[in-house]
């Protein structure tokens, strides 16, 4: 089976929900939510992946001809790259009936683990979301990232002792879920919060804390000062803002106002290709998300589709750094990318 034969069965396996499409870029789906689509005119979804298009790499073979590493390291942890599977929740709803949270995640985490990466996996309104990630996590030796939506502070706690219980290496929390509309209208109150109130949540948990939705260099020095040892930089794939920008374009400065500090920053939003978490690294990621692909190799190819193109990231930003004069991801500099 190769990719174009997941995309086949992944599109049959969705009825419509999601068009498979060979490039996924956000022009096919455009706003259809429920479904893989963005809110509003759909503008965020494709505006994130033409940013990396724009984004050019240098190549560089006057270098010693040895093979690439690209070996990375987070929180404790060694990868076969910097290379994540985004969170996904509700994929029954958006993606269709032939996965719920339970299959899907028990067929994403483990696959992505013996890939050598790690899924970071999704919530919902339904407790089951949540109940079946952090199951197949601990299933897997504690190699995911559970990722708890900003709701009320009494169902936080019930979510992080389910992270405790799996024995997660890391958590995150998506506080850009705050413009979805199932939190928005909760009560208790749920979804936007103060720096002072995330530093308490992030002072409850003895495990690495990522906040996932950062779009602004001074919403990533608040994540900072509340203690989270990584930000995302995300726009919950144009999903809960119109017309906000892309991430590729405010990636520089949120790195640049984090400078000097101890936070990793990660990124997500329209990355395809391991020569897009090569651009990434170059402008100084530590790492890369990539969702709705990885729906499509679950839905059209269950374990192997999610191997497959695991080992296809991996190739290609190996391909890309030999390429470019790097053996090692310590290795990739601002130098190697041109940016528009």
């Known amino acids: 089976?190769?990719?174009?034969?997941?995309?086949?069965?992944?599109?049959?396996?969705?009825?419509?929900?999601?068009?498979?499409?060979?490039?996924?870029?956000?022009?096919?789906?455009?706003?259809?939510?429920?479904?893989?689509?963005?809110?509003?005119?759909?503008?965020?979804?494709?505006?994130?992946?033409?940013?990396?298009?724009?984004?050019?790499?240098?190549?560089?073979?006057?270098?010693?001809?040895?093979?690439?590493?690209?070996?990375?390291?987070?929180?404790?942890?060694?990868?076969?790259?910097?290379?994540?599977?985004?969170?996904?929740?509700?994929?029954?709803?958006?993606?269709?009936?032939?996965?719920?949270?339970?299959?899907?995640?028990?067929?994403?985490?483990?696959?992505?683990?013996?890939?050598?990466?790690?899924?970071?996996?999704?919530?919902?309104?339904?407790?089951?979301?949540?109940?079946?990630?952090?199951a197949a996590i601990r299933a897997s030796g504690g190699a995911g990232v559970p990722t708890v939506k900003p709701w009320d502070p009494e169902t936080i706690v019930e979510k992080l002792q389910l992270v405790r219980d799996a024995g997660a290496f890391a958590v995150a929390m998506d506080v850009d879920a705050a413009g979805l509309p199932f939190l928005k209208n909760l009560?208790?109150?749920?979804?936007?919060?103060?720096?002072?109130?995330?530093?308490?949540?992030?002072?409850?948990?003895?495990?690495?804390?990522?906040?996932?939705?950062?779009?602004?260099?001074?919403?990533?020095?608040?994540?900072?000062?509340?203690?989270?040892?990584?930000?995302?930089?995300?726009?919950?794939?144009?999903?809960?803002?119109?017309?906000?920008?892309?991430?590729?374009?405010?990636?520089?400065?949120?790195v640049s106002a984090l400078e000097g500090g101890d936070v990793r920053v990660l990124v997500d939003g329209g990355i395809r290709t391991g020569v897009d978490v090569f651009k990434a690294l170059a402008m100084g990621a530590s790492g890369a998300l990539i969702a709705r692909p990885f729906v499509n190799a679950v839905y059209g190819g269950a374990a192997e589709g999610v191997g497959m193109l695991a080992s296809r990231y991996i190739s290609e930003l190996s391909d890309t750094m030999e390429m470019c004069g790097a053996h090692s991801l310590a290795e990739i500099s601002p130098d190697m990318v041109r940016l528009p």
């Open 1 to 134: 089976m190769d990719y174009d034969e997941v995309l086949k069965r992944a599109r049959a396996n969705m009825n419509g929900a999601c068009a498979s499409c060979p490039v996924c870029n956000g022009v096919a789906c455009g706003n259809r939510i429920p479904g893989p689509g963005a809110k509003g005119t759909g503008d965020v979804a494709r505006r994130n992946f033409s940013a990396w298009a724009d984004i050019r790499v240098n190549m560089d073979t006057l270098v010693e001809n040895e093979p690439a590493d690209t070996t990375a390291h987070l929180f404790g942890r060694t990868f076969a790259a910097p290379v994540f599977a985004g969170p996904v929740g509700a994929v029954a709803t958006h993606y269709g009936d032939v996965h719920n949270d339970v299959t899907y995640n028990n067929i994403l985490v483990p696959a992505c683990a013996k890939a050598g990466i790690a899924a970071f996996t999704g919530d919902g309104v339904e407790p089951t979301v949540m109940q079946a990630a952090t």
């Open 187 to 254: 009560e208790p109150p749920a979804g936007r919060m103060t720096a002072g109130q995330l530093a308490a949540i992030i002072a409850s948990v003895d495990v690495p804390f990522i906040v996932k939705g950062i779009m602004t260099p001074k919403g990533a020095l608040k994540a900072a000062e509340a203690g989270a040892a990584a930000v995302i930089v995300s726009n919950h794939g144009g999903r809960v803002l119109d017309q906000c920008p892309a991430t590729a374009e405010m990636l520089p400065e949120i």
